[in-house]
């Protein structure tokens, strides 16, 4: 069982540099989401997704953008990045809304310097 | 809007002693509350989580949590800690419409 991969696992990348950050899922589930991990922050909303073709900004989505054009696959890029991005991402997905349990990918760790 | 506080940074407790990790929340309306833990460099996990019914909401590996709607409070317990509990905690609410807002996050630190 795959669940939710991420990919890469680890990235450097330059200031202004954009770059993508993969996610799929293999368990069909409708939404999926997209957070950073920063210490003593918990994880904060970036964007989600209810299904293929839908997407909505967190909490936090200056600098990212996404897409679903399936209901495996939500990438989230960065546009032009900024040290203020460094930070571990992690890629969630649920069967449906905010009563089930998401299952988080393993993560990005991703540098801007 | 919804938030989550997790007071204590961190826990130390010692195995085979009973361990307790807070959570308090501010919802409107009906909350759903989430614990997942987060061992290194590893995505987080579901222990376990309240939607509706009865307070006391059972989880994996031995995690209990208990729902108080007058406190706005959702604390992770275990009777008994193990070495291998440690590992950083996360509580999480939502309610109907909504994502999931996490708190800070707790360090569990079990020593032998």
């Known amino acids: 069982n795959a669940g939710v991969t991420q990919t890469p696992k680890f990235q450097v990348l330059k200031t202004g540099q954009s770059m993508t950050l993969q996610c799929a899922q293999d368990?069909?589930?409708?939404?999926m989401s997209w957070y950073r991990q920063d210490p003593g922050m918990g994880l904060r909303l970036i964007h989600y997704s209810v299904g293929a073709g839908i997407t909505d900004q967190g909490e936090v989505p200056n600098g990212y953008n996404v897409s679903r054009s399936t209901t495996e696959d939500f990438p989230l890029r960065l546009l032009s990045a900024a040290p203020s991005q460094t930070s571990v991402y992690f890629c969630?997905?649920?069967?449906?809304?905010?009563?089930?349990?998401?299952?988080f990918g393993q993560g990005t760790r991703l540098t801007v310097v | 809007a919804q938030s989550v506080a997790q007071p204590e940074d961190q826990v130390n407790v010692a195995e085979g002693n009973p361990l307790t990790v807070k959570c308090t929340y501010s919802v409107s309306g009906n909350p759903y509350l989430f614990w997942y833990v987060q061992y290194p460099n590893r995505g987080l996990q579901f222990l376990l989580k309240?939607?509706?019914?009865?307070?006391l909401v059972k989880g994996s590996y031995g995690f209990e949590a208990e729902f108080n709607k007058s406190q706005t409070s959702f604390h992770l317990k275990k009777p008994s800690a193990l070495v291998s509990d440690s590992a950083l905690y996360f509580c999480?609410?939502?309610?109907?419409?909504?994502?999931?807002?996490f708190g800070g996050g707790t360090r569990l630190m079990v020593k032998p």
């Open positions: 999480a609410v939502s309610k109907a419409g909504n994502m999931l807002t």
């Open positions: 309240y939607i509706t019914g009865d307070n």
């Open positions: 969630a997905s649920s069967y449906s809304g905010a009563n089930t349990e998401a299952f």
């Open positions: 368990m069909n589930h409708e939404y």
